[in-house]
């Protein structure tokens, strides 16, 4: 520990605290030092996880670009690498810690600087384990201490030693900040940042703090900006949209601000994720009301049965749930409705689970992330004593996602032989010849084509349909 600095370690109980949020509009300064000792080095990024942290690698190139380094494929040749963790799943970060170990590798035949952001840098209990064993880690980032990166890592390169820099208390919005996006035909704009909702089996409130919606004139310009730049598409990006505004202290919808950016004519908008409890059917007016707002609506149902949804602390039974997609589907009957679902949570009884599968039935979904339940410490359902056995669990996962695929290739006879606008999203990685796409409505596509229409909206026939995405061919 003698090598190591500490600034801050993360901290769940201060996670948990709100408080007041401050909105910093000051541009990153660069020292002299730090240009003139990090001209044409290299660095290489993994991005594990949600958009959220995606958006955030985005500014860590940013950052990384003003101090000077430039981007490297071959990690082999970098002099700095970051590691954008994922802490929503325990697979996640198992995935994170053996990428972590074969750095130690790495770094052995060639002096380079190792980070650790991301969600993973904000739990008591992975900090600790990663200051003890893995002692090639130069610094630790926490996810509220993204524009620290350039003073830390004067810091460690100063002293050559490791630095710790993770803030839980969260309450602040820094905007401004660098960033160079991964596409230059859409874009995530985060609208809030963390989450207020505590379910009671996420790590997410504790590792991104407590819910701070940006002021909506930064998010306006920000997408303004995008729309003079070409952009096609823009995901607007928070934990819960649908609460987006009520902690601004004038207070401000998500419909309000989604009919602003639509009116702003961006050929596609779109958000996510929804909440159930929050969702308002405004929002679906608005949706009804401006063409460039994708038919998509993702809307996490978590559990079909009441107790276990009383016991994830949702805020909504099975019946609001239901009703709640009966009025969207009335509204909007095109709509293309997605959820998350997550199997095996503690003591799930069977009866619980079949309530799962009824609701699936009624609710038709176009598409599924389904999950086995994973305990994150620190959350209370990790207190909460588990007497389903995995084997259990895995079956009951089995059963879900044979329903699901069932119903979503009974949706997909609907596409076929018809021709839809399709935003051609990239070259698909098993074929150099076919292209991937999403239809208005977010359903994926794949076709023939050439590389040069990745960016570009182009016609599609459907010609045959795959479970998970459409096959088609481009109408010239
Ligand atoms: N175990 C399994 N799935 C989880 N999710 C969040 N926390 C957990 C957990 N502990 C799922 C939820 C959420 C999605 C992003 O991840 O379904 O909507
Ligand atoms: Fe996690 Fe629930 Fe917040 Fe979604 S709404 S991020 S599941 S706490």
New binding site residues.
């Given amino acids: 520990m003698a090598n190591t600095i500490i600034h801050s370690c993360p901290s769940l109980k201060l996670a948990r605290e709100r408080k007041e949020t401050i909105t910093s509009y000051e541009k990153i300064k660069i020292s002299s030092y730090l240009k003139s000792h990090l001209k044409n080095k290299k660095y290489y990024i993994y991005t594990h996880g949600c958009q959220a942290n995606y958006r955030d690698s985005e500014i860590y190139k940013g950052i990384l670009n003003e101090i000077g380094y430039k981007p490297t494929l071959d990690i082999k040749k970098a002099d700095l690498v970051l590691i954008n963790t994922c802490a929503?799943r325990e697979n996640a970060e198992n995935k994170v810690l053996g990428e972590i170990g074969n750095l130690k590798v790495l770094k052995a035949k060639k002096d380079m600087v190792i980070i650790i952001a991301g969600c993973m840098a904000m739990e008591e209990t992975l900090v600790d384990l990663l200051i003890k064993t893995f002692l090639h880690v130069d610094i630790i980032l926490g996810t509220h201490d993204v524009a620290k990166l350039p003073s830390v890592l004067e810091e460690h390169l100063k002293t050559k030693k490791r630095i710790i820099c993770v803030n839980s208390g969260s309450g602040y919005i820094h905007e401004n900040l660098p960033s160079i996006r991964d596409y230059k035909f859409k874009a995530f704009v985060n609208i809030a940042y963390g989450?207020?909702?505590?379910?009671t089996?996420?790590?997410?409130?504790y590792t991104?703090g407590r819910e701070r919606s940006r002021d909506p004139k930064d998010i306006i310009n920000e997408c303004k900006e995008l729309t003079k730049k070409g952009y096609k598409e823009i995901t607007l990006l928070g934990?819960?949209v649908d609460s987006y505004g009520k902690d601004l202290k004038k207070k401000y919808s998500f419909a309000k601000l989604l009919e602003e950016v639509a009116k702003l004519k961006m050929p596609r908008l779109t958000f996510l994720?929804s909440?159930p409890y929050d969702f308002s059917l405004d929002i679906i007016d608005v949706m009804k009301k401006y063409k460039n707002i994708e038919p998509y609506l993702h809307l996490?149902i978590?559990s079909g049965d009441d107790a276990t949804l009383k016991l994830?602390?949702?805020k909504y039974d099975s019946k609001k749930y239901l009703s709640l997609v009966n009025e969207i589907k009335k509204k909007m009957p095109n709509i293309f409705l997605s959820t998350?679902i997550i199997v095996g949570f503690p003591n799930e009884s069977k009866t619980a689970f079949n309530n799962t599968l009824k609701a699936v039935k009624k609710c038709q979904y176009d598409g599924a992330f389904t999950f086995i339940y994973s305990k994150r410490s620190g959350t209370p359902a990790a207190k909460m004593i588990d007497k389903i056995s995995d084997k259990e669990k895995g079956m009951r996962f089995k059963e879900l996602t044979t329903l699901l695929n069932k119903i979503i290739e009974k949706n997909n006879k609907k596409y076929l032989n018809n021709t839809y606008e399709v935003l051609v999203d990239s070259v698909s990685k098993n074929n150099p010849n076919a292209l991937t796409g999403r239809l208005m409505n977010n359903k994926m596509i794949n076709f023939e084509g050439d590389s040069n229409l990745v960016g570009k909206l182009v016609k599609v026939k459907v010609t045959s349909t795959h479970i998970h995405y459409l096959i088609g061919k481009l109408i010239k």
């Fill in positions: 929503v989450c207020d909702k505590f379910c089996y996420c790590i997410v409130p991104r934990q819960n994720t909440h996490p978590q994830m602390g949702r998350d």
